[in-house]
C-alpha cells in the first residue's frame, strides 16, 4: 500500500476532528454567555441594539431588554451576542496630558504669538487668503 493513499483519509480525518472541536468551542462560549445573561445585565444584539436585560423567557426563548428609561424590545435570545462590561472611567496621570478643548495648542512647532492678535481681527476673506498664503509656504 502507498503512504499517499493513506495521506487524503488521514487528512480527512484531521479536518473533521477540527470541525466538531471547533463547534464545542463555539457551544462552550454560548453556554457562558447565557449563564452571563440575567435581568440587569448590559447585553448588544447582533444587529448593534444595545440594552438592559429586564426579563428572560426561556421556555420560549424572548428576552425583554429596556433600551431607554420605559422603552422596551423583546427579541429572540439567539440575538443576544454579546455582554457589555463598562470599563472604569480613566483619570489622566498629569494635566500635561489631557487634550485641549480647542486648537490652540495644534501649533506644530511654529511661533504664533504675533500672529493671534491679527487674527482674531480678521474677517473671513482675510482668513482664507492667510490659510492659502500658509499652505504655498509650506510646501
Known amino acids: 500500500m502507498n503512504i499517499a493513499d493513506l495521506f487524503l483519509p488521514l487528512l480527512l480525518a484531521v479536518f473533521v476532528i477540527m470541525m466538531f472541536r471547533k463547534?464545542?468551542?463555539?457551544?462552550?462560549?454560548?453556554?457562558?454567555?447565557?449563564?452571563?445573561?440575567?435581568?440587569?445585565?448590559?447585553?448588544?444584539?447582533q444587529f448593534g441594539l444595545f440594552g438592559r436585560i429586564v426579563s428572560v423567557d426561556q421556555d420560549e426563548n424572548k428576552a425583554v431588554l429596556e433600551l431607554s428609561p420605559g422603552n422596551t424590545a423583546t427579541v429572540h435570545l439567539q440575538a443576544l451576542t454579546k455582554v457589555v462590561t463598562i470599563p472604569a472611567e480613566e483619570t489622566p496621570a498629569d494635566d500635561a496630558a489631557a487634550v485641549p478643548d480647542d486648537a490652540s495648542s495644534l501649533t506644530l512647532g511654529k511661533d504664533t504669538s504675533e500672529r493671534q492678535d491679527a487674527v482674531q481681527d480678521e474677517t473671513p476673506e482675510e482668513t482664507l487668503k492667510r490659510l492659502n498664503r500658509d499652505d504655498k509656504k509650506e510646501n
Not at 23 to 45: D, F, I, N
Request: charge should be positive.
Open 23 to 45: 463547534q464545542k468551542k463555539s457551544q462552550q462560549t454560548v453556554v457562558q454567555q447565557r449563564a452571563q445573561m440575567l435581568p440587569g445585565t448590559e447585553v448588544m444584539t
